[in-house]
Nanobody, 124 residues
Framework: QVQLVESGGGLVQAGGSLRLSCAASGRTFSRYTVGWFRQAPGKERESVAVISWIGGSTYYADSVKGRFTISRDNAKNMLYLQMNSLAPEDTAVYYC?????????????????WGQGTQVTVSS
């Protein structure tokens, strides 16, 4: 069992940066593939970035590649998303999620545990 709590969202101007954090409760966090997803109003939830349980394999959506960086600290049971060069189209609720699978996947249906979400709003 894993419980996830996101933090770090907020309001930022275009071109700015935010660092999202996801704190995990549970003793098996390091064995989960974890990722960040986002959902804008009226739109489907989409994958942003995923990292394998050992941290050696990552996936990024094309829309964020080169701007966002996903990382994890298994010793601290933490997942991070560093978001740079933010644009208004990045505005969404961001969720962290965990999967029992050991290989990154962008399919949200593969994820077993979800955080409550944190709002990211990028203004012009």
């Amino acid at each position: 069992q894993v419980q996830l709590v996101e933090s770090g969202g907020g309001l930022v101007q275009a071109g700015g940066s935010l660092r999202l954090s996801c704190a995990a409760s549970g003793r098996t966090f390091s064995r989960y593939t974890v990722g960040w997803f986002r959902q804008a109003p009226g739109k489907e939830r989409e994958s942003v970035a995923v990292i394998s349980w050992i941290g050696g394999s990552t996936y990024y959506a094309d829309s964020v590649k080169g701007r966002f960086t996903i990382s994890r600290d298994n010793a601290k049971n933490m997942l991070y998303l560093q978001m740079n060069s933010l644009a208004p189209e990045d505005t969404a609720v961001y969720y962290c999620a965990a999967s029992r699978g050991s290989v990154p996947t962008a399919d949200p249906r593969s994820y077993d545990y979800w955080g409550q979400g944190t709002q990211v709003t990028v203004s012009s």
